[in-house]
T-cell receptor
Framework: GIQVEQSPPDLILQEGANSTLRCNFS?????LQWFHQNPWGQLINLFY???GTKQNGRLSATTVATERYSLLYISSSQTTDSGVYFC???????????????FGQGTILTVHP | NAGVMQNPRHLVRRRGQEARLRCSPM?????VYWYRQLPEEGLKFMVY????????ESGMPKERFSAEFPKEGPSILRIQQVVRGDSAAYFC?????????????FGSGTRLTVV
């Protein structure tokens, strides 16, 4: 099946710093999403971004589908950004993979005040 | 639109008991997907259901686990004779049709603890 690798596995920042999280995937995809799992365990959908670039406040994401990677940018980080960031992909498998997201192992982000 | 609702948020069961987890999809959605997050592991797909049908159960453990999505009411993930290894967070997502063009939205999850 499709492989999803995220880097770095851990990231520690001071409040106000910027960061870039990376997601590499091994095959073509219908869907790519970035999620934030907060310290209470809730899974928050950040971006649906199978290709192109999107921005939402201090967060932005870019997916280069032809090169099979996606980047999540966090600017001016805040302590509330702490948590685990997951990249998840839905393979382009001719309709047999609907809803079968494959998640990366996540990047654990800690933002200190 | 209340989003995807899961209950209970936390569930404690003794070994050998049954666990029933509920997922109410977003209004108008008829496709539901269940995922499990074991401690120290990422989320993994379990099962995809449409109203009254199981579409893909390739991620479901072969024994003790079952899922349904009746014509009326929420989707239910049922775990019989729970063991400590079933302790995990269980999430569900829903969509209007097969697949998505805007991303899957997940519920807040049910955290199952088996004691």
């Amino acid at each position: 099946g499709i492989q999803v690798e995220q880097s770095p596995p851990d990231l520690i920042l001071q409040e106000g710093a910027n960061s870039t999280l990376r997601c590499n995937f091994s095959d073509s995809v219908n869907n790519l999403q970035w999620f934030h799992q907060n310290p209470w365990g809730q899974l928050i959908n950040l971006f649906y971004i199978p290709s192109g670039t999107k921005q939402n406040g201090r967060l932005s994401a870019t997916t280069v589908a032809t090169e099979r990677y996606s980047l999540l940018y966090i600017s001016s980080s805040q302590t509330t950004d702490s948590g685990v960031y997951f990249c998840a992909v839905e393979p382009n498998a001719g309709g047999t993979s609907y809803g079968k997201l494959t998640f990366g192992q996540g990047t654990i982000l800690t933002v200190h005040p | 639109n209340a989003g995807v609702m899961q209950n209970p948020r936390h569930l404690v069961r003794r070994r050998g008991q049954e666990a029933r987890l509920r997922c109410s999809p977003m209004k108008g959605h008829s496709h539901v997907y269940w995922y499990r997050q074991l401690p120290e592991e990422g989320l993994k797909f379990m099962v995809y259901l449409q109203k009254e049908n199981i579409i893909d159960e390739s991620g479901m453990p072969k024994e003790r686990f079952s899922a349904e999505f009746p014509k009326e009411g929420p989707s239910i993930l049922r775990i019989q004779q729970v063991v400590r290894g079933d302790s995990a967070a269980y999430f569900c997502a829903s969509s209007l049709d097969r697949g998505t063009t805007s991303g899957y939205t997940f519920g807040s999850g049910t955290r199952l603890t088996v004691v």
